[in-house]
């Protein structure tokens, strides 16, 4: 059974920089496409960033082109979410996930069920 963990969240000015970790427990990630989503107070989830399984195909949503990176540590079942020059609309409690033959494009990213693995979140506050 997959689970995945999230950390690295906090409370970070604006401009300020935040790493974003989602864990594979009990599973490597390296078979599955991983996805950050985000949800801000009142607002509707949405995805932000995607990886492939194979690495070589990235997705960033307009507003975080730029500034977000996503990565993979397959050695330590890994996603990274690095997150530069962070502004106070950032601020949301945010999520990997994934799931079975979920992909990954690099104009999209495909909606996930409830149903889907998802890690517990982690809240990112950006604010002065």
């Known amino acids: 059974q997959l689970r995945l963990v999230e950390y690295g969240g906090g409370l970070v000015q604006p401009g300020g920089s935040l790493r974003l970790s989602c864990e594979g427990v009990?599973?490597?990630?390296?078979?599955?496409?991983i996805g950050w989503f985000r949800q801000a107070p009142g607002k509707e989830r949405e995805g932000i960033s995607c990886i492939s399984t194979s690495d070589d195909t990235t997705y960033y949503k307009d507003s975080v082109k730029g500034r977000f990176t996503i990565s993979r540590d397959n050695a330590k079942r890994t996603v990274f979410l690095e997150m530069n020059n962070l502004k106070p609309e950032d601020t949301a409690v945010y999520y990997c996930a994934t799931d079975w033959s979920w992909p990954c494009y690099a104009s999209s990213m495909p909606v996930l069920s409830d149903s889907a693995y998802w890690g517990q979140g982690t809240q990112v506050t950006v604010s002065s």
């Open positions: 009990g599973s490597t990630l390296r078979y599955f496409a």
